[in-house]
């Protein structure tokens, strides 16, 4: 079965200082996606960056890129000069195969944003 | 504009009742999910449809049971099975060909 892993159950950055969020996964299948969401107190679930198993590049967008390594089964999350609206939650997923679609999470990091 | 309904945001319901929450979908994805969620453990899966009139089980499916009658909706109905109901719930959809995933607002159950 396929598996998600957030090591840190709480993180702490300043203002205006980039922060990473650490992700590890299982899978042995060989296509496969990753994503982040980002889930304020309010609850819903905002997108943040996907990668693609076959992807050469690492994804970006804006301020958020995702260190893609492959051989390690890592997918961390790089938030560059932190915001205070950036304080939440914080979910590494994975599409499982087989035709599903599911997504399968992992427990999340808080994320907490000081001035 | 496109999106996913839930409703209700909060519900409050006795020990021994059945409550429904509602999803709907006006983005015409083939594919819902019902995820619950509690305090430390992220995202679980209880059902998912990937067609109107067929469901599976998720990996919590105990004590829930959903219908997907039509495409555009996917209730889901915690019975009185379910020991520990009390949980923020999401709902979700896709379809083939598209990466991303949509998700409601959620529905916050609190068992009283």
């Known amino acids: 079965a396929q598996k998600i892993t957030q090591t840190q159950p709480g993180m702490f950055v300043q203002e205006k200082e980039a922060v990473t969020l650490d992700c590890t996964y299982d899978?042995?299948?060989?296509?496969?996606?990753l994503f982040w969401y980002k889930q304020p107190s309010s609850g819903e679930m905002i997108f943040l960056i996907y990668?693609?198993?076959?992807?050469?590049q690492n994804a970006t967008e804006g301020r958020y890129s995702l260190n893609f390594q492959k051989a390690r089964k890592s997918a961390n999350l790089v938030i560059s000069a932190s915001q205070l609206g950036d304080s939440a939650m914080y979910f590494c997923?994975?599409?499982?195969?087989?035709?599903?679609?599911?997504?399968?999470f992992g427990k999340g990091t808080k994320l907490t944003v000081n001035p | 504009d496109g999106g996913i309904t839930q409703s209700p945001k909060y519900l409050f319901r006795k020990e021994g009742q059945n409550v429904t929450l509602s999803c709907e979908q006006n983005?015409?994805?083939?594919?819902m999910y019902w995820y619950r969620q509690d305090p430390g453990q992220g995202l679980r899966l209880i059902y998912y449809?990937?067609?109107?009139?067929?469901?599976q089980k998720g990996d919590i499916a105990e004590g829930y049971s959903v219908s997907r009658e039509k495409k555009e909706s996917f209730p889901l109905t915690v019975t009185s099975a379910q020991k520990n109901p009390t949980a923020f719930y999401l709902c979700?959809?896709?379809?083939?060909?598209?990466?991303?995933?949509?998700f409601g607002s959620g529905t916050r159950l609190t068992v009283v």
């Open positions: 979700a959809s896709t379809t083939s060909g598209e990466y991303g995933y949509t």
């Open positions: 899978t042995s299948d060989p296509s496969y996606g």
């Open positions: 990668q693609g198993s076959y992807d050469q």
């Open positions: 997923a994975m599409r499982e195969s087989g035709g599903s679609e599911k997504l399968v």
């Open positions: 983005l015409n994805h083939d594919a």
């Open positions: 449809s990937q067609i109107v009139n067929d469901f």
